[in-house]
């Protein structure tokens, strides 16, 4: 590389560093690839953050960090600046993808044992391990509560979030996420206790 060449890369790189991103959402979505690469560097941490804290596996977490910034780069038109920045645009993508995971994974036939290890499987009291049936059930059970309480339960067990994030994430008055939780865990709690015979 050239020292005029380097010179102007460096100018091009400080020039997008400046540069607001309604203007680089734009260029995105021309196909600008440096434009695109400035999005990545500037929220692919906290994309991948959010993700972590979601998922239940790391990999898991990278899938949906990456399927994130997939969409961005195709529906970059579909940005609306008025409507939010950036940032809270791309949350609400990763929140989506992960939620998407879990039902996925809710979905999964009782036989198939689930490969995610971490802090967002479910827990069982004592030292017991929740079997391969006891996890499909619980998440089957979650899965047929209200939208709004399944994805404020899902996201405090499973997303290890507390009631203030759901709300911030949620753009939701925090004793409404706390009545949804609390909602969906007495649902969850009358559908497993044990049926008279």
């Known amino acids: 590389m050239t020292t005029a ?3 102007i890369s460096r100018r091009d790189q400080s ?3 400046a540069c607001p991103e ?3 959402m734009a260029d ?3 196909g600008d690839t440096r434009a695109f690469e400035e999005l990545y560097r500037r929220h692919s941490r906290n994309v991948q953050m959010q993700a972590r804290k979601l998922c239940a596996s790391r990999e898991l977490a990278e899938e949906v960090a990456q399927d994130v910034f ?3 780069w195709r529906s970059a038109h579909a940005y609306r600046p008025g409507a939010a920045s950036v940032g809270p645009w791309l949350s609400s993508m990763v929140r989506n993808r992960a939620i998407d995971a879990w039902r996925r994974a809710a979905a999964r036939p009782v036989g198939v044992e689930a490969h995610e290890e971490g802090s967002g499987q479910l827990r069982a009291p004592a030292a017991t391990e929740p079997t391969v049936e006891d996890r499909a059930l619980v998440l089957s059970l979650i899965a047929e509560l209200p939208i709004a309480q399944r994805q404020a339960v899902f996201l405090a067990y499973f997303g290890d979030l ?4 759901i709300a911030e994430l949620a753009d939701t008055p925090l004793g409404t996420i706390k009545g949804r939780i609390r909602l969906g865990v007495e649902k969850l709690g009358r559908a497993l206790e044990p049926q008279p015979a």
């Open 70 to 72: 997939l969409s961005l």
């Open 28 to 30: 995105v979505a021309r």
């Open 15 to 17: 020039a997008m560093a």
């Open 162 to 165: 507390t009631h203030a994030e």
């Open 22 to 24: 309604r203007t680089l």
């Open 5 to 7: 060449t380097a010179t």
